[in-house]
């Protein structure tokens, strides 16, 4: 259903009733939005509700109008006509010109938006704070028996590694077994703590070209061996023994 024309709506325009869905751009970002708006709105009011859209002030707002297949249609000049007054259909653009002189890009730079930040005191007070609330729960860093149980844990597992280290002599032959991965012989090339990672590691050479480096990580050398021969391990994944190197199965050309 339509209305009559109000004065001063538009050059001899009919007022369409419900809402419209328009995209809307501006001069002060490259961003598009896309929002549906009622057409008994007056330009007035809808400019009030494109400031929380594109950021510029009402007042200092110029309304261009494109169709959905972006040819101009005039502006939307009349702050007492309703929008429905002007031929605006679904699909159309509103392009907001900013005349309030701040920058392209200004309303889209967070940084320069004022942050309240709240006294550690006033925070330290408040009962629904995310830390009152692990708090009183004993969760994190506010559980002490947990943390000391890990801790303990911990130094529990370094010792225990330290002793599966000390028991692993350098140039001996040894099976490793890493879980999800098939078991491998290879020689023992290093033993001890490393740079890359905490803990005790094992370097070893495998028979095959089954590793990850040359004995190198992180630019630090550990030991030589070639290249894809090298890796590390940890303790618990060796086995020291007399483990022959793997025979390929070819035999001497004649």
Known sequence: MKAAAEPGAGPGLLLA???VSLAVSSSLNAFRAHKRYGTGLTIAE???KLELVVGS???CMDLELYSAEEEPLGRLDCDEALLGSYPVTDGCRVHVID???ARIGEYEDVSQVEKYEMAESDYEKRPESLR???RQRRWGRYDAEGTQRRAAEEQQ???QEATLAAALPLGARCQVRVP???CKRATIMFV????????YWVGVRYDEPLGKHDGSVGGRRYFECQHKYGAFVKPQSVTPGEFPEEDDGLEDEL
């Open 157 to 159: 597992r370094r010792a």
């Open 132 to 134: 009152s609330f692990l």
């Open 192 to 199: 001890g703590q490393t740079d890359f990672k905490p803990g």
């Open 180 to 182: 999800g991965q098939p």
């Open 17 to 19: 009733a419900g809402s």
């Open 99 to 101: 005349r309030s002189g």
């Open 57 to 59: 002030p009402a007042s």
């Open 46 to 48: 809808f400019k009030c």
